[in-house]
């Protein structure tokens, strides 16, 4: 089992459902965060004074996945959301140790 | 057509005034000419009277303005606190008002400079209630005056947002309302010594707006910018949560406005009151377009908290002359001060003047630009420029001076500003224990 982690674009959340629902993939959890990577924020002007944007708006998708489902998976949300340009984001995998549903007390694979 | 429609209103005006028995006029109420020869002198009365309420609840609704404007430029963190302080003031200045402004700004006879009144009301009762007092009654000039007094400390509200200490915005707001704006106002419309003059400001631009807006800068200059505002030598923007606020409040203000205006005709006069409702609108457009057009060429965007500065930058210039110029030179005043807002803005930001909602460029800078450009563009050939400058310079400097020894003073002594602590909690939490939007929200800001 491993957990996928992808900070993309906002934008990008709809085609990135739709991606992971097309391979099967039966649930996902968003967060709203913020950050910075290489480009570390960008500038904006607010009431004519420029300010540095240092936490971008981001989503945050969280996916837990069997084995054989992660690189479907990992493709079909670096294939929704790739623009090309700057901020595109990155996707991190982590190996999950257990996993438990919490109605029916399912272990391991079943429980995703 | 038009006659029709001109003579279709009227009739049912004599009618139901008349109680319905036209025929007793004595009067040809089938022609214009014969309307008006009517005896119309209690029927004009209630128009004017009633007109001079509505325009008093219309001032009313400015009080929100002022909140969700202030509100929506600001940070969530503080939100409770700005709503906190423009209940109080409204509530403080109609008490105050009653208890002694009216009679301070409306002294009657007195030394033209300064005379301390009591409390509202007095024995006459038909002169009360009757055209014997004005075009309205006592209590309706007292109502319309009273919503107006509050207006010039709910300026200063916005521009010591986010970093002064509750108490002692009461404390000054009161002492503001009660005395100092009553006292600045009779020198003009309580026939005092600018009045004398020949000074005219029609609505307030300086008794109201210049008073309010160079009180906010004394204010500013003694509290000090707001932590994180400038940093290392650079301006750090802190920017308000909700421009949707932002926008309720400056629509709100400008439906205010019209009472805020129309009502200061001081009767239902149509002809004047309907130039000032188009006079104050042309401005207000005016300004708004040409803050959209200045911050788009010079600061490269169209910022839409400059655009809505704009407007109130356009209602604020015309508010000395509404009655008093013609309705294309009310859109060159209101265009000059929607660009010089952003002017202003832009430049009291770069001394280090920390004012979170601009209101010492749109009510002071403006006020005195509106004030000024009466003796420009005035129909009336008694206003003058000299006398202009010198009234506005008059309320702007008062303002200014008074404001200043009154944040010494607390400043010294029960302290002006929350602690660097409370400050980056924020008030609504430091001060009220009380959060504006409860549950999950961000927090960063």
Not at chain 2, 207 to 213: C, D, E, T
Request: charged fraction near 15%.
């Amino acid at each position: 089992m491993y957990k996928i982690e992808a900070y993309l674009r906002p934008a990008s959340l709809e085609k990135v459902q739709e991606a992971l629902a097309a391979v099967g993939i039966a649930g996902l959890s968003v967060l709203e965060v913020r950050g910075f990577g290489r480009q570390r924020g960008h500038r904006e002007v607010y009431r004519g004074a420029e300010y540095t944007v240092d936490f971008v708006p981001k989503i945050k998708v969280e996916v837990a996945v069997k084995e054989s489902d992660k690189q479907p998976a990992i493709d079909a949300i670096v294939a929704a959301s790739k623009t090309g340009q700057t901020g595109d984001g990155k996707v991190l995998v982590s190996a999950i140790v257990e996993a438990v549903r919490v109605r029916t007390g399912e272990t391991g694979d079943s429980a995703l | 057509m038009k006659d029709r429609f001109r003579k279709a209103p009227l009739l049912a005006i004599a009618t139901v005034v008349m109680g319905g028995a036209t025929q007793v006029l004595g009067e040809d109420i089938t022609s214009l000419e014969g309307f008006q020869a009517m005896p119309l002198a209690y029927p004009k009365f209630m128009i004017d009277n009633l007109w001079i309420l509505i325009s008093a609840a219309l001032v009313f609704i400015m009080h929100l303005g002022f909140a969700t404007l202030e509100t929506g430029l600001t940070r969530q963190k503080n939100t409770v606190n700005i709503l906190f302080k423009n209940i109080f003031i409204v509530n403080v200045g109609i008490i105050t008002y009653a208890l002694t402004g009216f009679n301070t700004m409306y002294p009657g006879d007195f030394n033209d400079f300064i005379s301390i009144g009591g409390a509202i009301g007095f024995d006459d009762a038909v002169a009360n209630m009757t055209a014997n007092y004005a075009d309205y009654t006592y209590w309706s000039d007292f109502i319309f005056q009273a919503m107006f007094a509050a207006t010039a400390a709910t300026i200063v509200s916005g521009a010591v947002a986010e970093r002064i200490k509750l108490s002692s915005f009461m404390v000054y707001a009161t002492l503001l309302v009660a005395f100092l704006y009553p006292i600045a106002g009779s020198w003009k419309w309580g026939g005092g010594w600018l009045d004398d003059m020949g000074f005219y400001d029609f609505a307030g631009s300086s008794v109201v707006h210049a008073f309010g807006g160079f009180s906010a800068l004394a204010m500013v200059l003694v509290l000090g910018a707001r932590k994180g505002k400038y940093v290392n030598g650079q301006i750090r923007p802190i920017l308000g949560h909700s421009m949707p606020l932002a926008a309720i409040g400056v629509f709100l203000l400008w439906l205010g406005w019209f009472g805020f205006n129309g009502g200061s005709v001081l009767s239902a006069d149509p002809g004047l009151v309907s130039l000032v409702f188009v006079t104050t609108s042309l401005a207000a457009a005016g300004g708004a377009l040409a803050s959209i057009f200045v911050s788009i060429v010079y600061l490269k965007k169209p910022d839409v908290s400059m655009a809505l500065n704009g407007i109130l930058a356009g209602l604020v210039g015309i508010t000395a002359g509404a009655d008093t110029v013609i309705w294309s030179s009310a859109i060159v005043i209101g265009a000059i001060a929607g660009a010089i807002v952003v002017f202003a803005i832009v430049l009291i930001d770069r001394i280090r003047i920390d004012d979170p909602v601009g209101a010492i460029s749109v009510h002071g800078i403006c006020g005195i630009w509106g004030t000024i450009a009466v003796g420009i563009f005035s129909t009336n050939p008694e206003h003058s420029l000299s006398t202009q400058i010198i009234g506005t310079l008059s309320y702007a400097s008062f303002a200014f001076f008074a404001s200043l020894i009154l944040a010494l003073v607390l400043k010294s002594t029960v302290g002006l500003r929350v602690t660097e602590q409370e400050e980056d909690e924020g008030l609504d939490l430091a001060e009220h224990g009380q959060p504006a939007y409860a549950d999950f929200q961000h927090i960063t800001n």
